[in-house]
Nanobody, 122 residues
């Protein structure tokens, strides 16, 4: 069965950096769309970024406007790890971050999710 396990969260000051990791198992990592979501207390869940599967022509990355230029999503399909490099962090970036996967990116919001890792920027 599909399992996603996140790590790398923590507390950091504004302007700092964190790198989140998500280890996936139980599915063909390279052929699935993968992404990161976050949710803060009292706020709606927000997709932060996603990366197309390697079956897509370009394997492109997509970002929420709020994180463009500061966050970078990447993956290592040989190790089955998805990453989110977060730089220039702001207090508004605080929240529970979790990775998600689905066969197609348009299903990502309803796909498989991990338990999440907490990020606090203050």
């Amino acid at each position: 069965h599909v399992q996603l396990v996140e790590s790398g969260g923590g507390s950091v000051q504004p302007g700092g950096s964190l790198r989140l990791s998500c280890v996936g198992s139980g599915f063909t990592f390279s052929t699935y769309c993968m992404g990161w979501f976050r949710q803060a207390p009292g706020k709606e869940r927000e997709e932060v970024a996603h990366i197309d599967s390697e079956l897509e022509p370009d394997g492109t990355t997509h970002y929420a406007d709020s994180v463009k230029g500061r966050f970078t999503i990447s993956k290592d399909s040989t190790k089955h790890i998805l990453y989110l490099q977060m730089d220039s962090l702001k207090p508004d970036d605080s929240g529970l971050y979790y990775c998600a996967t689905a066969r197609f990116c348009y299903h990502l919001n309803n796909g498989y999710r991990g338990q999440g890792t907490q990020v606090t920027v203050s």
